[in-house]
């Protein structure tokens, strides 16, 4: 009787311990080898620290032509801490495929305030976020969607940029033909004469920081968003701004 009576206690105890973690974990939480499934003709497979990317060229067809040069970007940016990275392709077989790692908790949409509570996890982010352009920069591409869904948290306060099939070689001239419509969220002053520069990368970081439900920036804050969303910092200048010092 004593053994059942113990045995009761260790399950009534279980099942709080499981309850109170279950009120811990975010509401994105996702399940081992959960297949995420998107309209675009994406489909990501989450394992335990790794996802595997593959995508309908059907619906995707600009990836066949472009297949090579992103290759060429992920071989380039493989060292990088702050972007994704390749362990496997990309090639395609029926479908672009890709094997891509460090795994993380996606930003957003609609998880941004409940994994952002402070300035100083939003400044890391926004930190991360321009390394991440820096090694990008480097290699010649630019990312071209830095929206905070592109944005994963990979530990506390280490983030990573994803999606780099948005990429494009830095500089181009945009060609609707090559590299598809502009994204969403791109404004008048994206493009400079009709080219992608890293300046246009630096004014979507700008614009990350006008998302509702960040905490309060601050004059700093706010005056670095309005100097990046306008064009007028560097890489570098952006790296140093007061902002992310404080």
């Known amino acids: 009787m004593r053994g059942r009576l113990e045995l009761v206690r260790i399950a009534i105890l279980l099942y709080r311990i499981l309850a109170i973690q279950q009120t811990q974990l975010p ?12 309209s675009s003709g994406t489909k990501i497979t989450v394992m ?30 493989r060292a990088s801490k702050h972007l994704i990275s390749s362990d496997e392709g990309p090639h395609i077989h029926k479908k672009y495929t890709v094997i891509l790692f460090p795994y993380g908790e996606q ?17 890391a982010a926004i930190r991360c976020i321009l390394l991440a352009l820096r ?9 071209t969607d830095i929206r905070w869904p592109n944005v994963i948290e990979c530990s506390n306060e280490t983030f990573c940029l994803i999606d780099l099939e ?22 008048d002053n994206t493009l400079t004469r009709g080219r992608y520069t890293a300046a ?22 706010s005056r670095f968003a309005e100097e990046l969303m306008a064009k007028s910092l560097s890489l570098q200048q952006a790296l140093d701004h007061l902002w992310l010092q404080s």
């Not at 509401?27 to 998107?38: D, G, M, Q, R, T």
């Not at 790794?50 to 380039?76: F, G, M, T």
């Not at 090694?135 to 990312?143: Q, S, V």
Request: aromatic fraction near 8%; proline fraction near 6%.
């Open 27 to 38: 509401s994105n939480a996702v399940p081992l080898a959960s297949v995420l499934e998107f």
């Open 48 to 77: 335990e620290d790794y996802v595997i990317k593959r995508v309908d060229i059907e619906k995707q067809p600009l990836l066949v032509d472009r297949l090579a040069e992103l290759q060429e970007l992920y071989k380039a940016t």
């Open 107 to 123: 930003l957003g949409p609609g998880h941004l305030s409940f994994r952002i509570q402070s300035l100083a996890k939003l400044q």
């Open 135 to 143: 090694d990008l920069h480097a290699a010649e591409f630019a990312h």
């Open 166 to 187: 948005t990429a494009v070689v830095l500089g181009c001239k945009w060609s609707v033909r090559l590299h598809g419509p502009h994204r969403v969220g791109w404004r």
């Open 200 to 221: 246009s990368d630096l004014g979507l970081v700008g614009q990350l920081l006008t998302e509702p439900g960040l905490p309060p920036l601050g004059k700093f804050g």
